[in-house]
């Protein structure tokens, strides 16, 4: 790979706005992007050859001394996980979860996909691991205010609309419209009730198809 080429690659990196590592099987960091390096606070050469947990100052990787992926807690790391399963051949897509980290002295938390994807550079086993941020997302759907009766949610500006109305104003989602298999069973025997009325009794007549 020339210069220029790496300079090229190098600007595709740090303007993906994902965090993007190149991490080994001990989820050493060998490569970052800058999005990554915003969150750690800290430049490619301060992270490069640490563990993520330590860089992304997870809140468990000082428990004990040996750090990042030592603690108890480290078992259940979904990052540790999916980069360990990436390297058996497994390509993890937008697994959620649940990251804790301390900033400034707080502890802070955020919501995430992580993908890992095994490829090989220069004869040696590597896995690209993406997280990106999805608190925004979660944060939105723990304060929607929904009416109990209707159904209606409430927005921003204290209007209330259907859901579809709300999620297509605020997030350009459109919906698709069917039937769930209990409201399906209802409506069939609506249809059937009134077949039967149609055909029946004048008692049946009189009662409402709809």
Not at 16 to 23: A, D, E, K, R, Y
Not at 93 to 103: H, Q, S, Y
Not at 110 to 119: D, E, G, R, V
């Amino acid at each position: 790979m020339t210069e220029k080429e790496r300079e090229m690659f190098r600007a595709m990196l740090d303007a993906l706005p994902s965090l993007v590592f190149v991490v080994d099987q001990d989820v050493r960091i060998q490569e970052c992007n800058a999005a990554a390096s915003d969150l750690m606070m800290a430049d490619r050469e301060t992270v490069v050859k640490r563990r993520a947990g330590e860089v992304l100052h997870c809140i468990h990787s000082s428990e004990v001394p040996n750090g990042c992926g030592r603690a108890s807690f480290c078992k259940n790391c979904i990052i540790r996980d999916s980069v360990v399963e990436a390297f058996q051949g497994k390509r993890i897509v937008r697994r959620r979860t649940r990251i804790e980290f301390i900033r400034d002295a707080n502890k802070i938390e955020i919501y995430a996909l992580i993908s890992a994807s095994l490829f090989s550079f220069q004869d040696r086993p590597l896995v690209l691991l993406v997280i990106d941020d999805i608190s925004e997302i979660a944060e939105l759907y723990r304060i929607i205010p929904i009416c109990s009766v209707c159904g209606k949610v409430r927005d921003d500006k204290e209007s209330w609309m259907r859901v579809e109305t709300y999620f297509k104003n605020s997030w350009d989602v459109d919906f698709s419209h069917g039937y769930c298999p209990d409201c399906f069973k209802i409506e069939m025997n609506k249809i059937k009730a009134c077949n039967k009325a149609e055909q029946g009794t004048p008692a049946d007549a009189d009662k409402p198809c709809r």
